[in-house]
């Protein structure tokens, strides 16, 4: 597909820039103020269904099985049904249990990934409940499934994933506040999510101007050989998706560590030129992730935080803009996505076709 890159230099640069927009468009039309709930018309599970499911199993490669593991957590807060995201690729091969009053949510943006339509036929035939959480619209995953929430990201062309990450995600915060509603949520918790979800695009559209600071950063980090990320719980997947985005687009080698796992091997790495990008929201483990970061600064480990105010700890604090705890991740992770496309850029790498990658994997 070929479209307008509308003055950008690269498709992800323009991907990046039109996230205020697209997560507007993902909630158009969704919010019911009256209930403080959200519809969601291609669901296709009333509420008696919606009551009795047990258990969410959220299948996705990728940045799309990152952008599950935020929506596991959302869903698991706020509908307080146990919920968990697992790679489709790996779930395919090992004969998993399939359970009638489990809900499966297969999450893509392409709606093409093998791994992950093989894993919906697969359900489908044992007569599981599948929905999807799908960008194009009409894709094969799409068809496939018994319904679901389109994402409405709009055309994707950059290899590599970025509004569709967070298009994904504000949907998983739709669908988690709708059975949430029907189930344990509060109309003032239901309300509280919502006036966050309004508050996302002008939010995002501060970070996005944050670029230039971001950039500067990037020149320091971009002589890394390798780079860690952390994070915790909510900041976990964030943690994740932006060392997969970092790996893919600039080849600098990165991974990401529950911040709490640190002390469990990963510390050993921790030196002056193994750098840590950690993300540090102002929520209830403020103070554990804190005292991550004095352990890997114990240790001249350098470091750059996300964060909602200044880190002393950190060398490098990016500021973001506070939201709702549950919405945090959301916004985090978007100063990482410029973070690894200037690091790639001074790099001079091809940003938008990474060697080696296809945008959409149709093959097994
Ligand atoms: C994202 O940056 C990647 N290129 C890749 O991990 C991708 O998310 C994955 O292949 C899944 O694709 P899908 O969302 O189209 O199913």
Do not use: W
């Amino acid at each position: 597909a070929s479209y307008d890159m509308g003055g950008h230099d690269t498709y992800m640069h323009k991907e990046i820039s039109e996230q205020p927009d697209a997560v507007d468009r993902v909630l158009r039309g969704r919010i019911d103020d009256r209930f403080s709930t959200v519809h969601l018309g291609g669901l296709n599970l009333d509420p008696r269904e919606a009551r009795g499911i047990r258990r969410v199993k959220i299948l996705g490669c990728g940045t799309s099985y990152h952008a599950g593991l935020i929506g596991a957590g959302l869903i698991e807060g706020m509908a307080r049904i146990p919920a968990d995201a697992e790679p489709a690729s790996e779930f395919r091969y090992r004969n998993p249990v399939v359970d009638p009053d489990t809900l499966y949510i297969a999450v893509s943006q392409s709606g093409e990934t093998y791994d992950v339509l093989a894993a919906v036929q697969e359900l489908k035939r044992k007569g599981a409940r599948v929905l999807g959480v799908v960008n194009v619209v009409g894709s094969a995953i799409a068809r496939e499934a018994d319904g679901g929430v389109y994402v409405h990201a709009g055309p994707e062309v950059c290899v590599v994933s970025t509004k569709c990450f967070t298009n994904t995600v504000v949907a998983f915060a739709l669908l988690a506040v709708h059975l949430g509603r029907i189930r344990d949520l509060s109309v003032t918790d239901g309300k509280r999510i919502i006036e966050g979800l309004r508050k996302l695009p002008a939010q995002i559209q501060e970070i996005l101007e944050g670029e230039e600071d971001i950039k500067k950063l990037a020149a320091e980090y971009a002589e890394a050989k390798s780079m860690m990320f952390i994070g915790r719980v909510r900041g976990y997947p964030v943690a994740l998706e932006a060392s997969l985005k970092l790996k893919e687009i600039s080849y600098i080698h990165a991974e990401a560590y529950p911040a709490s796992e640190l002390k469990h091997g990963p510390l050993a790495l921790i030196e002056p030129s193994l750098p840590t990008v950690a993300i540090v929201p102002d929520d209830d483990l403020l103070e554990k992730n804190r005292a991550a970061l004095e352990e890997i600064k114990a240790r001249s480990g350098r470091i750059l935080a996300v964060a909602h105010r200044e880190q002393e700890k950190a060398d490098h604090t990016i500021v973001v803009p506070k939201n709702e705890d549950e919405l945090d991740p959301i916004l985090m992770g978007i100063p990482l996505q410029l973070l690894a496309y200037h690091t790639a850029l001074a790099m001079g790498r091809d940003i938008d076709k990474p060697r080696n990658l296809a945008k959409s994997v149709t093959v097994e």
